[in-house]
């Protein structure tokens, strides 16, 4: 049974925030205080459920927070990849500058910290402290390898990284009582959005692809897809953050990687499972083509990338008896169904799926 009755959720209508809060919900005796611009898609409603519709910089909000809560989930970011060298200062400022009075009165108020941060803070690769390849990357034991700073690209993970330091010193010296969770590539249904018809700009690459998909273009792959990530589902995701908030004392002070190391694919093969499982969810479109880019046209100058990123995940299986279970292939079906539900009627031309695609 949860420690925490009364947990606010900043950043709560996202995608993860959308399925995090009805999981919490569920947790007996639990009231949560949602806080967010854009509640779309969080469709849960009840009595123990408060929406705050503002953002987390809204006069007095963060100490009404501190102040009725035991524990605070922090998922705000700007986590879109386009815009890490597009428009780093919005980046950095949502990633670190605006979260720094909410670290300060979480520890000044003595109310519990849940923060997410990012594998992306890990860097290019892995490599340990001697500067050494790692094949996984390990909280306690990878260093964090960035680019230079004119490769904008790195404005994320560096802001990141930075709060996770203010956050680390202020458990250490202060007495914080903080989880820094450090999610890899988490996708599920309600992910992300489509350009220009529930926002703008380039979403996050499993939307880039459907994007294409949907609209019959081509998938670009930039510098050939030959990236390799490893997916987990917003299920397992979820379940292991839930176990974080119900076990206080296991998770105090750590830094947790939270993903699947055995959906570990290059982003060539995410866009070949993807159109696999959409060629068959709906038959009559047309056959998936595929174009290589350079990241340079696609993202911009400044753009970088990790080539690999493999979590260990050992540290939240002792500490939450915690196991990722969806692999890739069985996560597809729902995410496609999802995004042909949603936006199949919405682009016009592009044909319903059949009904046994739920399955």
Known sequence: MSSARSIAVLGAGGFIGSHLVPALLALPGVQVEAVDRDFRKLDVEGPALRRHVCSI?????????????????????????????????????ASYSHLLPLVERCSARGVRLLHFSTCEVYGRLALDSAGAP??????????????????????????????ERVIWAHGQHRGLDFTIVRPFNVIGPRMDFIPGVDGEGVPRVLACFMN???????????????????????????????????????ARRQIVNLGHPGNDVSIRELGEALAREYARQVPAAPSARFRTVSSAEFYGEGYDDSERRLPDVEK??????????????????????????????????QPRAEQTAHA
């Not at 922090?74 to 950095?92: E, G, K, M, Q, R």
């Not at 094949?135 to 404005?155: C, I, K, N, Y």
Request: with cysteine; charged share 25%.
């Open 134 to 163: 790692m094949q996984h990357m390990r909280e306690d034991e990878t260093a964090l390898f960035l680019g230079p700073v004119a490769r904008e690209r790195w404005s994320y993970a560096c802001a990141k990284q930075l709060l």
């Open 212 to 250: 294409a998909l949907l609209r019959g273009e081509e998938l670009l792959l930039v510098d050939g897809g030959r990236q390799r990530r490893s997916f987990v589902s917003i299920g397992d995701f979820v379940d292991g953050v839930v176990r974080i908030v119900e076990r206080p004392a296991a």
């Open 316 to 349: 939240a299986r002792a500490l939450l008896d915690w196991e990722p279970r969806a692999t890739l292939r069985g996560m597809l079906p729902e995410i496609v169904a999802d995004y042909v539900k949603r936006y199949g009627p919405l682009l016009g031309e």
């Open 57 to 93: 910089d809204a006069p007095g909000l963060l100490d009404d927070l501190c102040q009725r809560c035991e524990l605070v989930v922090s998922l705000t970011a700007l986590c879109t990849p386009a815009l890490y060298n597009t428009d780093p200062l919005a980046v950095i400022d």
